[in-house]
T-cell receptor, first 118, second 110 residues
């Protein structure tokens, strides 16, 4: 089945630094990828929708200048958390939909990235 | 997308069947019913989905009420590895993202 690889699985960074998270579709092409954030004991919250070759669409309340998303190819989307602060510590998850897939089928999710800002 | 309502938590004994309910009284005719589960510290995993008819796969069965206002995910024999948060999500064929509710936290007791 479709596989989405997310890297790194966990990262610790100092406050004020930037962190890049990669999301790759390994065996399919993904025109659309989604980035979610999940705080402890809470559900997933959509941050942005990333379309290959165009600007990402951000959900209300998500700062586009802080969470930079790049979807330069059909198999790779990246999320960069710029000038990270402790409140950005969270579990970040990406998901992807196959370009030629039937839309009513599910999306494939990455295994998530645990970000801790100290 | 229409909303779903699930119990916050459920418990099951190992090797017994588990029925996870989901209410979606405002479901539209084009909404598919999707179930995902999330194991601790992992991304969500696809379980099953359906539109009107009951569905079976190697992981679970999905029973959909005739009026489609509710559905039940059935795990035929729960194992310790089935302990997870189970999400019931509605999405139409043209929908983009999945909107996750709180889900049901399933605990499996040995």
């Amino acid at each position: 089945g479709a596989v989405v690889s997310q890297h790194p699985s966990w990262v610790i960074c100092k406050s004020g630094t930037s962190v890049k998270i990669e999301c790759r579709s390994l065996d399919f092409q993904a025109t659309t990828m989604f980035w979610y954030r999940q705080f402890p004991k809470q559900s997933l919250m959509l941050m942005a929708t990333s379309n290959e070759g165009s600007k990402a669409t951000y959900e209300q309340g998500v700062e586009k200048d802080k969470f930079l998303i790049n979807h330069a190819s059909l198999t790779l989307s990246t999320l960069t958390v710029t000038s990270a602060h402790p409140e950005d510590s969270s579990f970040y998850i990406c998901s992807a939909r196959e370009a030629t897939g039937i839309s009513n089928y599910g999306y494939t999710f990455g295994s998530g990235t645990r970000l801790t800002v100290v | 997308d229409a909303k779903t309502t699930q119990p916050n938590s459920m418990e099951s004994n190992e090797e017994e069947p588990v029925h996870l309910p989901c209410n979606h009284s405002t479901i539209s005719g084009t909404d598919y019913i999707h179930w995902y589960r999330q194991l601790p510290s992992q991304g969500p995993e696809y379980v099953i989905h359906g539109l009107t008819s009951n569905v079976n796969n190697r992981m679970a069965s999905l029973a959909i009420a005739e009026d489609r206002k509710s559905s039940t995910l059935i795990l035929h024999r729960a194992t310790l590895r089935d302990a997870a948060v189970y999400y019931c999500i509605l999405r139409d064929d043209y929908g983009q993202n999945f909107v996750f509710g709180p889900g049901t936290r399933l605990s499996v007791l040995p």
